[in-house]
């Protein structure tokens, strides 16, 4: 059976920093991170490639970070220098992406997601 488990959301003031984990049972070439905030589309965030590459979206480079533990089946997203505008719903996903590692549609198998709330 496939999961994807997030946890690690919450509420957090505008600067602070949060880690957002993904236990998973199924995995393919990619794990991404997304999100949603009221109103707007899903959108990604961050993804990383089996191999370690990573892709980051243009509104997050440089404050979030994704990573994996093989091990532990787990994907990270430790986000830093949270703005209001980060305030979403987060998904973790899993895909064999053909071509752009942070589009919605390459992805096949998502959590249920993880509230993350950043307070001005």
């Known amino acids: 059976q496939v999961r994807l488990v997030e946890s690690g959301g919450g509420s957090v003031q505008a600067g602070g920093s949060l880690t957002l984990s993904c236990a998973y049972t199924?995995?393919?070439?990619?794990m991404g991170w997304f999100r949603q905030a009221p109103g707007k589309e899903r959108e990604g965030v961050a993804a990383r490639h089996t191999g370690g590459t990573t892709y980051y979206a243009d509104s997050v480079k440089g404050r979030f970070t994704i990573s994996r533990d093989n091990a532990k089946r787990t994907v990270y997203l430790q986000m830093n220098s949270l703005k209001p505008e980060d305030t979403a719903m987060y998904y973790c996903?899993?895909?064999?992406?053909?071509?752009?590692?942070?589009?919605?549609?390459?992805?096949?198998?998502w959590g249920q997601g993880t509230q993350v709330t950043v307070s001005s």
């Open positions: 996903a899993a895909g064999r992406v053909n071509f752009s590692p942070l589009a919605v549609a390459e992805y096949n198998f």
């Open positions: 199924y995995s393919n070439n990619y």
